[in-house]
Nanobody
Framework: EVQLVESGGGLVQAGGSLRLSCAASGVTFDDHAIGWFRQAPGKEREGVSAISNSDGSTYYTDSVKGRFTISSDNAKNTVYLQMNSLKPEDTAVYYC??????????????????????WGQGTQVTVSS
């Protein structure tokens, strides 16, 4: 059984912060990459950030660079997304997902939805203006 469980979403005012957590089980954590994706109503799911648990490399989409930070705690099989300076356009359901790190990194697809095999249930983030 592969399971990814997101938590930490909620309602926050613009300029505020949230920290999302993704707890993984049933995977070889150190061999995988974990990505964060988001989907707003009527929009396609998009990549936000990703981290390789193999070498620690991180990736961010341009719209969140300087505001979001991804990190891993390998001992806990958990990945975090610290979100600061939140904007209303960050409002979405946020999902974490897992894929094999080496292949995703070599192909340059760390923030591509189609590259990921396992998905969590999502957690709602709402940023009010």
């Amino acid at each position: 059984e592969v399971q990814l469980v997101e938590s930490g979403g909620g309602l926050v005012q613009a300029g505020g912060s949230l920290r999302l957590s993704c707890a993984a089980s049933g995977v070889t954590f150190d061999d995988h990459a974990i990505g964060w994706f988001r989907q707003a109503p009527g929009k396609e799911r998009e990549g936000v950030s990703a981290i390789s648990n193999s070498d620690g490399s991180t990736y961010y989409t341009d719209s969140v660079k300087g505001r979001f930070t991804i990190s891993s705690d390998n001992a806990k099989n958990t990945v975090y997304l610290q979100m600061n300076s939140l904007k209303p356009e960050d409002t979405a359901v946020y999902y974490c997902a897992a894929t094999h790190a080496a292949t995703a990194q070599e192909l340059g697809v760390m923030t591509e939805v189609w590259a990921y095999d396992y998905w969590g249930q999502g957690t709602q983030v709402t940023v009010s203006s």
